[in-house]
């Protein structure tokens, strides 16, 4: 009996069967019409995944979006644009608003009013603006509030609208109120308050923000793609290669104690001088071409361009000039800001103290004696001349009287003072990135787009807690705490590398959390940084403008891409060994991190630095000074790649201050990319030159 096949339905005749030329026939048609089909889908297959088709595109926005892939691929930032938003508020936090006892600040971005008495409750603060121009005031609320000028005239009477847009006309300073509806009891709450110019509803910032490390997330293959550094308005992204870079029009300087400063004394204040700048553009200005640049306080508040600054009208203004080869920037602090009076001129070193966030004070009433208040005139002894910093309690935390050299603690109270302008020209620079493609699986992703990352951070210090953790991040402990409050901490890194011996704990963080050592695996001599998401992003970013991305729309694109990639690859390393090869010293050097007090020596010697050339050889330089000269000390650390197979030693030579040379020290590096004393007995200087050795397979 006949029995038919699985697949195609063939029959199959029994062995006692006569042969039948209609069934032949009939599995010849079947066999026929299946073989065109597997033509058929074989051909689709050729023609829609072995055809190269030209890469997608397609646009992310903020949060969440979703991408469909018909194969595995790699995706890579195509197109992206910056932005600057500018709050002329404070945060509420920042010890600007001055609030009546029944305000309570919750947060940087909120505070609560509590009325019980039936009577009106009401706060007002004056901020400077400009003269005969819109601006749009902001805040989530749900009570009354309104703008005023500064003699108590209304712009705009009390509404419970949660905008208001008006015009300054003559007004170069404004009151902005708070206060419950009429004679309301109740809570009342105002959130988020933005005061920005024009008439267009801005996002809500802190002072002026860019957008830092745009970030977008695949959870589906636990891949990110994270651009690093922070973007303005006009700042254009572009990728070649894998390499990405930017057209920069706008400079964000964060003022520190690496550029130069002189100072003029005025009744009451002081002009500071900061040169070093890069060229500004100039705008117009009526008849008048100046720069429009930003300058935030070290409290939050935008300090006002004044078009004259020889002599300049008052403390807490500011101007940008452009010099024959650089940027000038010209601005004022009050005497009590600074904690100088008007018969002391600071020195350029006191000068930068002040920058680093320290003010200068009279000592001569011991405990009682006010920072800000006691001004120093430098009519008693100096050893009365003492420093403090301003702390996130709005208490003063004094220092002593050694002239401060490292930055003071950043808090809510001060930050350092911020410059973001136009440049003269654009400048194009490389931008780097933590993964330059970012991997796409089959089928559905969703890919979460954000910013505000802070990526990094080096750890400032540690505090040795009883319990025998090392911890940072501890508010118990300003000098640990990060640069802004935490709300996760995401990885942390010892020289460099990934570190996982370290436990997490909210108990007394900055934030929301800490991170805790154990005391047998802490390392003194290397250098920890860290990886985490501000609990207030606002603080760090604006809120990011769309990314495109590029990826591979079918299998043989995929492919292509590959191999191109692989070819570029092969293509770029021949440049660089032909290029290393014709200039013989084409190697590119990296500035080495000294440890144990040991810093450069300045002038015009080389600076301490470390490379490594095309036949793997490193090499270490530079002149270093002031450190720890104890056998076994640690100098310094190479990273992996830069490291000796076994220890190696060298011979240096060492200078007293005297000038007595001795040339018989030894510098020994160690397979896991120690620098360290063997045997050294001067500090006023040490030579690193002779260190030569082949690096680690």
């Excluded at 787009?449 to 319990?467: A, H, P, T």
């Excluded at 720890?628 to 190479?638: K, Q």
Aim: proline share 5%; net charge negative; aromatic share 10%.
């Amino acid at each position: 009996m006949a029995t038919n096949t699985t697949n195609y339905n063939l029959i199959k005749p029994d062995v006692d069967d006569f042969y039948d030329v209609n069934q032949f026939n009939q599995n010849a048609d079947i066999i026929d019409t299946q073989l065109k089909n597997n033509a058929d889908s074989i051909k689709a297959i050729l023609t829609n995944d072995l055809t190269a088709l030209p890469p997608i595109e397609a646009t992310l926005n903020s949060g969440e979006n979703t991408l469909t892939t018909e194969h595995d691929s790699t995706a890579r930032v195509t197109a992206f644009e910056g932005d600057t938003i500018v709050n002329y508020v404070p945060l509420f936090d920042s010890g600007v608003w001055g609030f009546s006892s029944d305000f309570v600040v919750n947060s940087p971005s909120k505070v609560t009013l509590t009325v019980s008495d039936g009577a009106n409750h009401g706060h007002y603060v004056v901020f400077p603006v400009k003269a005969n121009s819109d601006y749009t005031f902001n805040v989530k609320h749900n009570a009354n509030i309104a703008i005023y000028k500064v003699d108590g005239t209304p712009i705009q009477n009390y509404t419970s609208d949660q905008v208001i847009t008006f015009n300054t006309g003559t007004e170069t300073s404004i009151r902005i109120y708070f206060r419950n509806p009429n004679l309301t009891n109740g809570t009342f709450t105002f959130e988020e308050p933005m005061l920005n110019e024009g008439t267009e509803q801005k996002p809500f910032v802190a002072n002026v923000q860019g957008i830092t490390n745009p970030t977008i997330d695949n959870p589906t293959t636990g891949d990110s793609l994270t651009l690093l550094g922070t973007f303005h308005k006009g700042d254009v992204v572009s990728e070649d290669k894998g390499q990405y870079s930017k057209q920069g029009t706008k400079k964000e300087t964060i003022l520190d104690d690496k550029l130069t400063y002189s100072v003029t004394n005025y009744t009451g204040f002081k002009r500071i001088l900061v040169q070093g700048l890069p060229k500004a553009l100039l705008n117009s200005q009526g008849n008048d071409y100046q720069v429009d640049s930003k300058l935030v306080k070290y409290n939050g508040l935008l300090i006002p361009i004044s078009s004259g600054i020889s002599p300049p009208p008052s403390a807490d203004v500011h101007k940008l000039t452009n010099g024959a080869t650089d940027g000038n920037l010209y601005f004022t602090v009050s005497n009590a800001d600074i904690g100088i009076g008007d018969n002391y001129t600071p020195t350029a070193d006191e000068l930068k103290a002040f920058i680093l966030g320290y003010v200068m004070y009279d000592g001569t009433k011991g405990a009682s004696a006010v920072p800000g208040v006691d001004l120093w005139n430098g009519t008693t002894s100096n050893t009365y001349k003492y420093w403090a910093y301003r702390g996130d309690s709005g208490a003063w935390v004094s220092v002593g009287t050694t002239l401060p050299t490292t930055q003071a603690p950043i808090n809510s109270k001060w930050k350092p003072y911020k410059l973001v302008y136009d440049l003269a020209s654009p400048v194009k620079e490389s931008v780097q990135a933590i993964n330059s493609v970012l991997k796409l699986a089959k089928g559905d992703n969703t890919l979460q787009v954000s910013e505000g990352r802070i990526v990094r951070e080096k750890v400032k210090s540690f505090y040795l807690y009883s319990g025998g953790w090392y911890l940072a991040n501890d508010k118990n402990q300003p000098q640990t705490e990060f640069d802004y409050m935490t709300a996760k901490i995401v990885a942390v890194y010892e020289n460099g590398e990934p570190f996982t011996n370290y436990t997490i704990s909210d108990t007394n963080a900055y934030g929301s959390e800490k991170i805790q050592i154990p005391k047998d695996a802490f390392n003194p001599t290397a250098v920890y940084e860290v990886d985490y998401e501000p609990l207030y992003p606002f603080e760090v970013t604006a809120p990011t403008n769309p990314i495109t991305i590029e990826y591979q729309s079918n299998l043989a694109s995929v492919v292509g891409q590959n191999v191109e990639d692989i070819v570029e690859l092969k293509e770029d390393v021949a440049v660089i060994e032909r290029d290393m090869v014709r200039k013989g010293e084409g190697v590119q050097w990296f500035d080495v991190t000294l440890l144990n007090g040991w810093v450069n020596y300045g002038g015009n010697d080389e600076t301490a630095g470390y490379s490594k050339d095309s036949l793997n050889t490193v090499k270490v330089k530079g002149l270093i000074k002031n450190g720890a000269i104890a056998g076994g000390t640690v100098l310094f650390m190479l990273p992996k790649g830069f490291r000796p197979k076994k220890t190696v030693t060298f011979p240096t030579q060492c200078a007293d201050v005297n000038g007595a040379i001795d040339s018989n020290g030894r510098i020994l590096i160690t397979p896991n990319g120690q620098g360290m004393i063997w045997s050294v007995t001067k500090n006023n200087w040490l030579t690193l030159d002779i260190i030569t050795f082949k690096a680690e397979q």
